[in-house]
């Protein structure tokens, strides 16, 4: 029973359905007729004006969208457990063509106002220093918290005051908007986010994730930064089809509200073991490492998260057997 | 009717549902079943050991090629017409970090071991002039014609002299071992080659293009370079089931000989009318400005290709009725 | 008898004498009092506000210049043997991150608005193409051929209609203005030049190139860009005294006339076997193998170029007795 | 009387007359005499075969260094207040194309063993993370402490037990051998150092460091890049003259004692207000606003580092007199 990854779960039905569908003569790259609906969907979806491209992976999303927003010679604010700092391999130097991250501190890993008045205060303005250009916020974050459109707001008055552009790494988005149950817009643009990377991959799709932009001006650019980076798919309708058939009937909503469904079964069996509330579909606890060994002796698997620690994903697709399963065996370990 | 691009064509029935079959929970990017294959598979292929990675184009999978065989500061050699050279946005000099492209002439895209040799003599070796590492050849070329393996192995011969690695972009390989009949590893490793791009996407693939390392000391690099170009699919099982399918039962030699015999087919109608001999699924016509016009209004999309000229191409799915009647509206047309 | 290069050329005394002037505590990087002359003292010489930086090289000028204009993604339009295309190594690819240069023809190194347009036309306006967004052209060319001011004024309006910025070389600036006799604003902004590399080393300076914009709005760009390729000099008032030192009392111009005169002279005996007008302080002459040996013989130094040709530079403080000498030697090869 | 940077002090006059004696037609680039002496002057020097270079600052001597140690796709540990990470403008990022530089902690900037190891371990060994390739050390730091040749090989043991090329910014490399006293290949090369650039800006130059490649083998890629950054200067005799001037003599060491006894005059007078040991010609004192806006009205100028800190630096040529008068002012301040 797998709990490593929601990058490791299967796609959904009604993806693979879409793609058969749209298995036949089209137009190359963009210029078919999924492809161009993408603007469109999203800008409904979102209640606003926005350019939607698809591309292949969550790295690939966040480092175009960086792209179009620092110069090479600028920074990037980020907390420093984001995936982009952590676990993309200099994807963003290499798509910024060495821009800097600027990695800050936060619970969570989730970012404040004052963190990052903080820090621009600390950087002189002057050549010698790199000067930041956009902030990137996750959200959920890298320890499955929710930033609220009100913290995302604070956070973009600072970034407005200090001109900065403002960032969300949503490869989790789903999750978030599951949790925080209103308006997709109200924590995107109504907060001031400029470009989004909306994550489906994680959550039922195959490969395609829609970055998108608020701040249409900045699409042309990734359009063609996307091609440069050998992500303009030539068959690109099929990518097109699997985000039109998550999006269809709020597929993407169900398959969140399932997966943190599902932590949220297994944050109540955890109780004092939680290091962080449970606000999405991860879980970080307090195990030994005899404990560890008993979950995994049962047939859990996951990934340790530094000494005593361990991480718990659960997926869009997780049978309700395993998860309770899991609840039980946490439960049964006792009091940490 | 559409003989605009390979791209346009559908995807064969047979990768779709190898990818509907793996469509269950396994490791997350390449640590999966399927793509652990991909190395012994393309081994047993090409009679050699070699390291083999699913990228999801063309452009990536010839990119990353080139960063593992050329420094920042150093150059390509490749004809001007080249893909690399003119389609690709720019983006070998993205992942190489700016090696400078050194475009050479060549009849239908071909370059010979004479042209490599003058160009690499004019360039003075100091560290003023950008250096040669690569000679980058397109197989079957970007007009349709292919690289006997005495052709190549002639080149690798000069490569050899000269220092150059020799890559090889076999965005339409497939064609052209369909029309060479011997073995794969005839035309590459034996012949030389270091790095083939093998394509699957324009034969009948949705997603996955085979980058093939028979210098097998430069994949590691690659490996990590896919990363960080956000071209490991966290989802990889996908992109391996494309290629898989497409081996089995030589399914890609099928293809390419059915879009290869469409384009023959078509051929023996154009007689006179051809630029360059026909020996994959590409076809350049002299046509005037009426005689295309005539085709498309009997319902054939084709490019132009400067004046007076256009280009066809046939796909591996192209209904025989569809080659028939374009070979029978050009024969319509007259003498040239 | 050196007539290999202006480079190898001694330094003014001037230079030397303001650079011993300027030895004495003073700000570090470019806030020293001289430094902060130069916007002032440039704006006053080309008649309209400009921006002016010290570089200690053309390379790191012409370089930093094309950061400034063309987006990593973008072209640059030149002449195939401009020395950016030519000469740098690769350092407009490195300074541009891979932008890629557009090499195009023309005789003696010019180019022509019929050319850039024709070019410009051949570039299909799609993310597959690189868009070119500079023009870049070296006044005097590398064959030593002079733009007037109409004729960059010619370039400058195909320019402004293709969206494309408009670069000069002139790393022979000086001997361009010596020629034609002007002011130099007409053949700089009022022709529609948006930045200039304005070369001194070669012309009697040390270590100190400037780098004029006339669009001072991307001045604050390059500033940022030189501190980050490493070129901003600590003690830059080393840097700014050169450079003041050659523009008062028209040092620049006087050397600049000195070294035109010694070619003329040279040109003048050169006769028929001449390749190119000179305009300048470069000839380019016809010589056989044996001539040019007899040449050697008698002491005189130059370069091979090409086959049966030859390349000679004169320098601002070449001895009348060697130019004679030379021109003698010349005349005493008789007819070609 | 300017204790703000040894930035901003004058050139030693025999480095202005050892350019002036240079001033002669000689071969452009470095294939004069006088650079083409400089692998065997500091082979002497250092008693080890060596590659030197010059270049004109120290950010691109740190920065060619780097490129030649790390790929792309690598990191670089360093301390975070190294001037490497905090004031070169995001040098390093572009020198290196994107290689990302790892900041890590200790005491005065200096770097421990421990410390490595730790951050090494925690970096996972897959494609996800960046993996470090270099470790670069300042000595002396950038707070003035020096590390001796014990701690070096200390921390080139761990180096080569992860793979990590040693680099040491020697911006102040002059004043920690005249504090260490013993042999200049005692701290460098015997103790595990690859790469160093040694400062001669600071100490006397003009506009010239030295590159030093102990590994030679790097130096041939580092003079590719070094015209590939536009830091070939065209007349490199006027570079090497410096640094030779400098050399000879021992004029680089009496320059360094000298400004390193100013500095301990200044500690003594100093005592608890120095926040750190006065290792070189750098101090970190304690002061309250008021007092240092009494220095200042004393006619004292120096930097504020933070608050209630100042940095003091003292320079080759200071006047005794200043020094004395500073010491002076700061005893009269009393206790802290």
């Known amino acids: 029973m797998r709990f490593f990854s929601d990058n490791a779960a299967a796609v959904s039905p009604a993806v693979l359905d879409a793609m058969v569908a749209a298995n036949h003569v089209d137009t190359a790259y963009d210029g078919d007729a999924l492809s161009q609906k993408l603007d469109g969907v999203f800008s409904d979806l979102f209640g606003t004006d926005c350019a939607a491209l698809w591309v292949s992976t969550g790295t690939a999303a966040n480092c175009l969208a960086l792209a179009t927003m620092v110069p090479p010679h600028g920074g990037v604010f980020c907390h420093s457990e984001a995936h982009i700092n952590s676990d993309e391999a200099g994807a963003p130097e290499f798509f910024t ?54 913290e995302v707001a604070a956070l973009s008055v600072v970034c407005r005051e200090h001109g900065l552009g403002l960032h969300m790494d949503g490869a989790r988005f789903a999750n978030a908007i599951a949790t925080l149950g209103g308006h997709p817009g109200d ?7 400029d470009v989004l990377s909306f994550g489906f991959v994680k959550n039922g799709g195959l490969s395609a994730e829609a970055l998108i932009f608020f701040r249409t001006d900045l699409a042309e650019i990734a359009r063609i930064r996307r091609k440069r980076a050998g992500h303009l798919n030539s068959k690109g309708r099929y990518q097109a089809a699997q985000i039109l058939a998550l999006l269809e009937a709020d597929r993407w909503l169900d398959n969140a509200r399932a997966a943190n469904a599902g932590a949220a079964t297994i944050a109540a069996a955890a109780g004092d073991r939680l290091l962080y509330p449970v606000q999405a579909n991860e879980l970080f606890l307090r195990l030994t490492a005899d404990e560890a060994a008993t979950l995994r002796s049962n047939g859990f698997d996951f990934y340790d998260w530094g000494e005593g620690e361990v991480r718990l994903v659960t997926s869009w697709d997780q049978p309700v057997a395993e998860i309770e399963a899991l609840a039980a065996a946490i439960r049964a370990l006792g009091a940490p």
Chains 1, 2, 3, 4 share one sequence.
């Open 187 to 193: 924590v995107t643009w109504r907060a001031g986010v």
């Open 97 to 150: 063509h060495g821009a800097k991250l600027m990695p800050l501190d936060g619970e969570g890993a989730k970012l404040t106002p004052d963190t990052i008045i903080a820090a621009r205060k600390a950087i002189r303005a002057d050549v010698h220093r790199v000067q930041p250009h956009v902030l990137s916020i996750t959200n959920a974050t890298e320890y499955g918290l929710v930033y609220t459109p009100d």
